[in-house]
């Protein structure tokens, strides 16, 4: 009792008015007290009270719960209080962590650039969706969490979603393209495991690759253009008549092309009449 709190209130405080043991505390303790001797109930304090105490160290935080109970004669009469201490400090302390770590991780995750992050599950049903692309597609997280995937989108896109995610559940991962909401993502998954091994739910990242998509399709047009024109080059180099040159570039144009029939034509002074040498 004395390490807990400290040298400065143990023992001499023994003997002494509580009032004035526990005057930095009185406020809270007075009336519980008043209460147990008045009502003979027990008062229960589990909601950890804060507490400033020194134990040889300077002045540290601490939390504790507690319990009073009324001290009875033989005949029923209650003549005292008994409280029983336990400190949390530690667990408060261990919680105040966690959730600090917890809001420093949803934090970096609204902010993952390009990309957002989903969590979900036994259910399907979210337990997070933060990130940016998230919001980019015109979506929220509270659009999300606490649904499950069909609940939250429409059923060709939850079709698409759901086998990824149950795959990450069984214990597998995954890696997907796919486009929704007018954008392109990669989605990679794994199955998010707890303490003890077991998995309890599915941890997916989405990421928005729509504008390498789209480079990666221009320079692959460009690429094709560039070779076309190439092979056209190539055709038409050693001819010299006219006629053959233009059955040798719609022939080439057309197989770029992929079409079955392929024409070259001369449009006619009035606008009216075309001229095909040789199709």
């Known amino acids: 009792y004395a390490a807990a709190v400290g040298a400065a209130r143990h023992p001499h405080t023994l003997g002494r008015p509580a009032a004035e043991g526990w005057a930095d505390l009185w406020a809270v303790l007075g009336p519980e007290y008043a209460r147990v001797l008045a ?36 005949d029923g009469r209650v003549v005292g209080c008994h409280t029983l201490v336990a400190e949390t400090t530690a667990r408060v302390r261990a ?4 959730g600090a770590s917890e809001a420093r991780a949803r934090a970096l995750l609204a902010h993952l650039p390009g990309g957002a992050a989903f969590v979900v599950d036994h259910d399907l049903r979210y337990v997070l969706a933060e990130g940016e692309a998230l919001r980019a ?3 929220a997280p509270e659009a999300l969490v606490g649904k499950t995937v069909r609940e939250a989108f429409a059923p060709e896109i939850a079709a698409r979603y759901e086998p990824l995610y149950r795959r990450a559940l069984a214990g597998r991962p995954f890696e997907a393209e796919h486009a929704d909401h007018g954008r392109v993502y990669v989605s990679r998954g794994a199955p998010l495991h707890a303490a003890d091994g077991a998995v309890e739910g599915a941890f997916a990242v989405s990421t928005d690759i729509t504008e390498r998509v789209r480079a990666e399709a221009a320079l692959r047009e460009s690429e094709a253009r560039q070779a076309f024109l190439l092979g056209l080059a190539d055709a038409l180099r050693p001819l010299a008549d006219p006629v053959a040159i233009q059955v040798e570039a719609t022939r080439v ?24 040498h040789r199709d």
């Open 137 to 139: 597609a015109g979506l």
């Open 253 to 276: 144009l057309g197989q770029h092309l992929g079409a079955s029939r392929a024409s070259y034509a001369e449009v006619e002074a009035d606008d009216a009449h075309f001229v095909v």
């Open 39 to 74: 009502e003979g109930v027990s008062v229960v304090r589990d909601d950890d009270l804060h507490y400033v105490v020194d134990r040889g160290r300077g002045p540290e935080a601490t939390w504790w719960t507690y319990a009073t109970s009324p001290i009875r004669e033989d």
């Open 95 to 98: 919680e105040a962590a966690l």
